[in-house]
């Protein structure tokens, strides 16, 4: 059952329509930093990284990973959060090799039930992958790490999705 800062119960509908309206408020965001000319392209990841690890309270890292050239691998891009040394992740490997592969969405409610997963840190409780496509190209990814169980709803997918369009506009 989930409460309000007031301990006042409220219904699971209430939270959905606010978390929609917090992901609704940052799309012109999103727009506004892919527009500013004064930003080359790995300053405009790193901001919108920054951006929704400081304005969604459920995102504690965010980062971008690319193919690297054309082996089969991914290499860190732009992020926001604690450092990692996972800078090279072959395809296959973990939730985010896995999805270099699936070209599909990879939600983990619990890291902890994965076999197949790099572990970061050991905060991370949670962890959401959404593929980008350029030309319908599976070139990258942007990698969301929660410290909170089970946080991700399809808004967050519809969300991520959203701005993986916006962002490959500019690649
Ligand atoms: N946990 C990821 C590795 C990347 S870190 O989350 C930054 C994985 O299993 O692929």
């Known amino acids: 059952?989930?409460?309000?800062?007031?301990?006042?119960?409220i219904h699971p509908t209430v939270i959905?329509?606010?978390?929609?309206k917090m992901f609704e408020t940052l799309q012109p965001r999103i727009h506004a930093i892919l527009l500013n000319t004064e930003r080359d392209r790995d300053e405009k990841l790193l901001a919108i990284c920054k951006l929704l690890k400081s304005e969604?309270?459920?995102?504690?890292?965010v980062g971008f990973y690319f193919r690297n050239g054309e082996k089969e691998e991914l290499k860190l891009?732009?992020?926001?959060?604690a450092p990692t040394d996972h800078t090279i992740?072959?395809?296959?490997?973990?939730?985010?090799?896995?999805?270099?592969?699936?070209?599909?969405?990879?939600?983990?409610?619990?890291v902890a039930a994965q076999d197949n997963y790099i572990a970061c840190s050991i905060t991370v409780k949670?962890?959401?992958?959404?593929p980008l496509f350029v030309d319908g190209k599976n070139i990258?990814?942007?990698?969301?790490?929660?410290?909170?169980?089970?946080?991700f709803t399809e808004a967050d997918?519809?969300?991520?999705?959203?701005?993986?369009?916006?962002?490959?506009?500019?690649?």
Not at 16 to 20: G, H, K, P, R, V
Not at 77 to 81: C, E, L, S, V
């Open 1 to 9: 059952m989930a409460f309000s800062k007031f301990n006042t119960y």
């Open 16 to 20: 959905e329509i606010s978390t929609l």
């Open 56 to 61: 969604i309270p459920h995102y504690d890292w």
């Open 77 to 81: 891009g732009p992020y926001a959060g």
């Open 89 to 110: 992740i072959p395809f296959g490997k973990g939730i985010c090799g896995q999805v270099a592969v699936s070209n599909a969405n990879f939600v983990v409610p619990d």
């Open 126 to 130: 949670a962890e959401i992958v959404v």
């Open 140 to 151: 990258g990814q942007i990698d969301i790490d929660s410290n909170t169980p089970d946080p």
């Open 157 to 171: 997918e519809r969300f991520l999705e959203f701005v993986n369009q916006e962002v490959a506009k500019i690649l």
